[in-house]
């Protein structure tokens, strides 16, 4: 199994909202986004699934800037979209 099937895989939450906003920024942002990018992005995939709901929403916030910044992120690409 591919190194990125791994992660497609780990992007699976079980709902429908967290599996879409991951596997897109995934597929289309992750290999060609920076070296903090991505690891900021294998921190979230050890966040438990109410928890990264509340942050990807933008009704929680993290501690870590590179954190809060990659949210920021995906949420902006998730209303391309729509």
Same mark, same amino acid.
Not at 12 to 18: A, Q, V, Y
Not at 60 to 71: G, K, P, V, W, Y
């Given at each position: 199994? /591919?190194?990125?099937?791994?992660?497609? +895989?780990?992007?699976?939450?079980?709902?429908?909202?967290? =599996? $879409?906003?991951?596997?897109? +920024?995934? *597929?289309?942002? !992750? =290999?060609? /986004?920076?070296?903090? =990018?991505?690891?900021? !992005? &294998?921190?979230? $995939? %050890? +966040?438990?699934?109410? %928890? $990264?709901?509340?942050?990807?929403?933008?009704?929680?916030?993290? =501690?870590?800037? *590179?954190?809060? %910044?990659?949210?920021?992120?995906?949420?902006? $690409?998730? &209303?391309?979209?729509?």
């Amino acid at each position: 199994m /591919s190194n990125n099937a791994r992660l497609e +895989w780990r992007c699976r939450r079980g709902t429908k909202e967290l =599996d $879409l906003l991951l596997q897109t +920024w995934l *597929r289309q942002e !992750f =290999d060609l /986004s920076a070296e903090a =990018d991505r690891q900021a !992005f &294998l921190e979230l $995939l %050890e +966040w438990s699934d109410d %928890e $990264l709901t509340h942050l990807l929403l933008g009704t929680h916030q993290s =501690d870590q800037t *590179r954190i809060n %910044e990659l949210a920021r992120k995906i949420r902006s $690409l998730s &209303l391309h979209l729509t």
